[in-house]
């Protein structure tokens, strides 16, 4: 078991995380959209170097296929993935799995998957993108955290580091962000600033595997480019992928 970083940056590409991982970050999801298969693959693989080189731990949104082909060792599933995700592959393959919550049944839904934490959003409103569900407010964080005990909660949307004492005081172990970082006039200074209010807040949540000990090092991609023949190099003599590789 190791300690999940109270800090959980989350970006939509192998670039941001080239640029802000080295800063400190010790937890980053790739959550990448509407981007063909092959390109995802260099963008997980470009993202797990930088992130193993930074002993940073590396989850990926969605593409758990991906994740497990490239040897990822975390992924984060929807409520949507996580129905059509095959969970004893994942686990079979040896990694962890974190599971997006909006209400009572999704909470219940999550916990079924025996999942290594559970995200509670939007906490406050989000500009990232649209959301069916008002937002939470800090004080069902609390309430989440009664219902899952031990198990690590992230608290996502809207959160900026003035918010942050009010995230943590309501229960919440990990505080995760999107736009107070990438849509600031200086990401590098805000995640420092987010590094920093942070550390207070380090060794709360224990779930997960050490990224150290799972996949082997294996070759980055070029800049992205359509495979010959539409496959990515990766793929070649490997089985058919899934059309849908989406998790
Ligand atoms: C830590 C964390 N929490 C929630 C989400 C949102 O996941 P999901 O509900 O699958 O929505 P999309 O990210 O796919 O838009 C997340 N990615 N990470
Ligand atoms: C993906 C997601 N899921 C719930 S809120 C959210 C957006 C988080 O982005 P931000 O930190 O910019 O509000």
Redesign the pocket.
Known sequence: MTRLDPFYL?VDSADWIDRLVPIGVNLVQL?VKDTPEYELRCEIRRARETCRRNGCRLVVNDYWRLAIEEGCDFVHLGQEDLVEADVPAIRRAGLSLGV?THDESELEAALAAKPDYV?L??V?P????Q?KWAPQTPARIATWKRAVGDLPLVA????TVERLPEVFANGADIA?????ITRNADPEARTREWIAATRGYVGTATRGTPASIVGAATPLCLPASPPQGGRSAASAGAPPAPTNERG
């Open positions: 989350i959550r997006s995200a959003g939007p406050w989000t500009i990232l993108k959301m996502i949307g809207g959160v995760a962000v999107v736009t107070d």
